[in-house]
């Protein structure tokens, strides 16, 4: 069955020694230890995609170590005779352990010590009817992982009044958002009956149904997943389809208008179609690790063969969103990743990019100028200053004629 469109026409812990002994050599090496594997849980909290498993498995292995470390301390019952140079045994150690926490960081950290910012640039002007400006930037995260694609032609020629577009932002590598960015518009297209000369109804669902099977066949075993937010323009209409969180927002008279809201485990809804699949939601997330409760792969999370795909821990099933056009009042619309709204609202996004234009900014560097705007600082020692404004970064901007 098709998915329902929505109408809408405006608005919007240590050992240690006692009994007067001086600590073994042994114990002070368990000490050191027990250091570096209090910052390893630390740092275990941290990471964006630790799961259960991993924390049982954590909990286990340092409960062995903390037996182990006591048998060692109450092995030891000979005190020194010899005063030992605390000092210095304590800055060699130290010295190491600073050696081992770089090394760790450097290959678990998503972030770089530098954000990259090479701004990536797309215009596309050879459709009379729509002015398209594409940029996209990695900032510091370690890989690029977002993806997007235009296309001003779908089926109906090059002066096609009709268009498509689409934003995907991927997580646990890039193959997903790639393959999305790759399928859809073929997809959307064989979910489309003509109704009229420069007019279709679309079937969303199945297309994004279409596309994870397929993406279940070419991905299953390698992990990754992404957002997808795909707007579909005719003379009429301005249709929105999407899972995730990112966005699409229509700039009209001058006003941002959402044209879609975000897919959270934390919505009443979602939360409990995850917890009816036999999951929870822990810190936002699903399971305590995915931070959105609809997406493009993922099927870690589409395991239960007991359940049909809507009602999966995480499914790719969209909302849809159609908005008649105000030919008067409708400017532009502008799609973008999480990377841009975790640090811009809607509004603020759409206010910025109005300011830009009435400067004489053309669309693409608009883009540009809202990718370093969303950019987080560097600290003076390296790496992001905030978590704000240190995920990969895409923004298109299609001007409506």
């Excluded at 957002?227 to 249709?239: C, D, F, G, L, R």
């Excluded at 700039?251 to 699949?277: T, Y």
């Excluded at 809507?310 to 973008?336: F, G, H, N, W």
Aim: proline share 4%; aromatic share 6%; hydrophobic share 35%.
């Amino acid at each position: 069955m098709p998915a329902k469109a929505r109408h809408s026409n405006g608005g919007k812990g240590g050992g240690g020694g006692g009994g007067g002994k001086r600590p073994s050599s042994a114990s002070k090496k368990s000490t050191a230890e027990a250091e570096f594997e209090q910052f390893l849980t630390e740092l275990s909290k941290r990471t964006q995609h630790v799961g259960e498993e991993r924390a049982e498995r954590a909990a286990r292995e340092e409960k062995t170590r903390e037996i182990n470390r006591q048998k060692t301390v109450e092995a030891v019952e000979e005190p020194q005779t010899k005063e030992p140079d605390f000092d210095f045994s304590k800055a060699r150690t130290d010295a190491r352990i600073q050696q081992l926490l770089e090394a760790l960081l450097a290959t678990t950290s998503p972030f770089g010590k530098a954000p990259v910012t090479t701004f990536n640039r797309e215009t596309h002007t050879t459709n009379p009817n729509f002015d398209v400006a594409v940029g996209d930037m990695q900032g510091w995260r370690t890989h690029m992982e977002d993806a997007h694609f235009v296309d001003l032609e779908f089926g109906s020629g090059a002066a096609s009044r009709v268009a498509l577009f689409g934003v995907f932002d991927g997580h646990s590598g890039v193959s997903a958002a790639r393959s999305c960015r790759a399928e859809f518009p073929a997809a959307v297209l064989r979910a489309a009956t003509p109704a009229g000369e420069q007019h279709h109804t679309i079937d969303f669902e199945r297309a994004f149904l279409e596309v994870d099977e397929k993406l279940q066949v070419a991905l299953a075993s390698v992990g990754s997943g992404c957002t997808a937010v795909i707007v579909y323009v005719s003379p009429e209409e301005i249709t929105c389809a999407w899972v995730g969180d990112s966005r699409a927002v229509l700039c009209r008279g001058g006003e941002a208008m959402d044209l879609s809201h975000d897919h959270k485990p934390v919505e009443e809804a979602e939360k409990a179609r995850i917890e009816a699949a036999g999951g929870f939601v822990r810190e936002n997330r699903v399971n305590g690790q995915l931070a959105m409760s609809r997406a493009m792969g993922d099927f870690s999370y589409k395991t239960d063969k007991n359940l049909p795909v809507s009602k999966q821990l995480v499914v790719p099933v969209p909302d849809v969103i159609t908005t008649k056009r105000s030919s008067d009042e409708d400017t532009y619309v502008v799609l973008a990743c999480d990377g841009i709204f975790d640090v811009l609202s809607n509004a603020e996004l759409i206010e910025f990019i109005n300011s830009k234009k009435a400067s004489g900014m053309s669309n693409v560097d608009i883009c540009h100028a809202v990718c370093n705007r969303c950019l987080a600082p560097s600290l003076p020692e390296g790496g992001p200053a905030m978590a704000a404004g240190t995920d990969n970064m895409t923004v298109m901007i299609v001007d409506l004629k």
